[in-house]
């Protein structure tokens, strides 16, 4: 398998695109990626979508935006896994690549969701539990991570404020992100005082839907003396693993094996260990999400991930910096395009560009993107190296 590089990346504004479709939306990241890396198209499209059927009562994705955006007779399919369908895009492309068998590929995540009715978007994400033995029974997706939370709480003594640092911290980050959706700055006072959703997640326990598009573009690492890019982004580890939909069917519901699992495949190829790693873009679509990932990444003890926010470990200048860029907190979680906007971010972050929420001296970063509550989970490894000469 050869070595891959992104070469250019693109999105939108996560925000409420009334004037937008998904189609359009997916467009502009995919023109936009495509701008960055200096090409006019590549030779494969893939797409990272979760709701379009449901929502948007359009599927064949593949084929409708590659007709789009200009390339029609391209290899071209949507792939679907609930909220990680973004990274398993990006994967998909991964292998193409890294293959052979495909010599360029654009992967653009997608997802139009603030056009549905609330109790339509909240049916949908339901979809990615499972239907005879949780949904059945009315459990919601929020419902779901409430369960894990209160669990969580019960065995390893903490109280609800103690996860407020990852909120807090998400929103300071996403005050430098032009793209994300919330610019709003977030105390531990109004933390607290938020309304209860499904106790004890609060409304500022909970990421924000919204619709939204990100890209990449990626080619053989050893084509990058054709471009002047710089410096070079490689994927130097991607690793993917399920667990059972069913939380209840899990050997311990409060440890991500799948996290685990592809944590350290992703290390294992890189040839890295969480030490190494300088920023970690996490799925925190609920802060218990983040506490759980960070401890399977290998960043925290079993039952200590609150700890890393009380001390302040996950800030830009902490030991291991999350969600700088807003995470799904602030920045949004257009489901199906969340791993898209973990991987460009990271890129950012590599690249220097991001801003106020620069992680200085940044070398190699780490994406994690979760489907469902954790039966699905795919980590992305970025190194940042400088031109052969």
């Known amino acids: 398998m050869r070595e891959v590089a992104i070469l250019g990346v693109g999105q939108t504004p996560v925000s409420e695109h009334w ?8 467009g502009e990241a995919v023109f936009a990626a495509l701008e960055d890396a200096g090409m ?71 997802e139009k969701m603030t056009d549905a009715l609330p109790d339509e978007t909240t049916a949908g994400l339901a979809t990615a539990a499972d239907a005879d033995w949780e949904v059945i029974h009315g459990l919601s997706f929020i419902s779901l991570n409430a369960l894990i939370m209160r669990r969580y709480m019960h065995e390893y003594g903490w109280e609800h404020a103690d996860f407020a640092p990852f909120s807090i911290n998400a929103h300071a980050n996403a005050m430098h992100n032009p793209n994300a959706r919330l610019h709003l700055p977030l105390t531990k006072e109004k933390y607290l005082k938020a309304p209860m959703v499904s106790n004890p997640i609060n409304l500022m326990d909970s990421s924000a839907i919204a619709d939204g598009a990100a890209a990449a573009v990626i080619v053989p690492a050893e084509s990058l003396h054709r471009y002047a890019r710089v410096p070079r982004i490689i994927v130097a580890g991607s690793g993917a693993a399920t667990a059972s939909i069913a939380v209840h069917d899990r050997r311990d519901p409060l440890w991500l094996r799948a996290a685990e699992i592809s944590a350290q495949q992703a290390y294992r190829q890189a040839g890295v260990g969480p030490e190494d790693i300088d920023l970690f873009e996490l799925h925190d679509a609920f802060s218990i999400m983040s506490a759980l990932s960070l401890e399977a990444s290998g960043f925290a003890e079993r039952g200590q991930g609150p700890r890393l926010g009380l001390d302040g470990e996950i800030s830009i200048h902490g030991r291991i910096p999350i969600t700088t860029r807003g995470g799904l907190k602030a920045r949004g979680h257009p489901v199906g395009a969340t791993g898209m906007y973990q991987i460009v971010e990271v890129v950012q972050q590599l690249r220097r560009q991001a801003g106020g929420s620069q992680v200085e001296g940044a070398k190699i970063g780490m994406a994690q993107n979760i489907g469902g509550s954790g039966a699905t989970i795919l980590s992305h490894v970025l190194v940042s190296k400088p031109p052969r000469t």
């Open 19 to 26: 004037d937008k479709s998904l189609l359009i939306l997916a």
């Open 40 to 110: 006019k198209s590549t030779q494969a499209l893939y797409v990272g979508n979760m709701l379009s059927g449901q929502l948007d009562k359009q599927n064949h994705l593949g084929a409708w935006i590659a007709d789009w955006v200009g390339m029609r007779g391209q290899e071209a399919f949507k792939i679907e896994a609930a909220c990680g369908s973004g990274a398993a895009a990006f994967r998909m492309g991964l292998i193409a690549v890294a293959s052979g068998e495909i010599a360029s590929a654009v992967v653009v995540g997608v």
